[in-house]
């Protein structure tokens, strides 16, 4: 696998934890909303054929 999609998919997992995170009880609202910007910003452009052929995501249901 190209490093590019490992960057995109450990990224997405990142983001993936910090939102189960932020559903636990006594989770710490300071992190979370200064980690969560920061990883969305350097989530990179998906790499050719992670969306199916005609995916938009500026579109309403992506196609």
């Given at each position: 696998?190209?490093?590019?999609?490992?960057?995109?998919?450990r990224?997405?997992?990142?983001?993936?934890?910090?939102?189960?995170?932020a559903?636990?009880?006594?989770?710490?609202?300071?992190?979370?909303?200064?980690?969560?910007?920061?990883?969305?910003?350097?989530?990179?452009?998906?790499?050719?054929?992670?969306?199916?052929?005609?995916?938009?995501?500026?579109?309403?249901?992506?196609?």
């Amino acid at each position: 696998m190209c490093e590019h999609i490992e960057d995109f998919h450990r990224t997405v997992l990142m983001l993936g934890a910090l939102a189960l995170y932020a559903e636990m009880p006594g989770a710490d609202d300071v992190f979370i909303d200064t980690i969560g910007p920061s990883l969305a910003a350097s989530l990179p452009e998906p790499a050719p054929g992670v969306f199916p052929p005609g995916y938009d995501p500026n579109y309403p249901g992506g196609l």
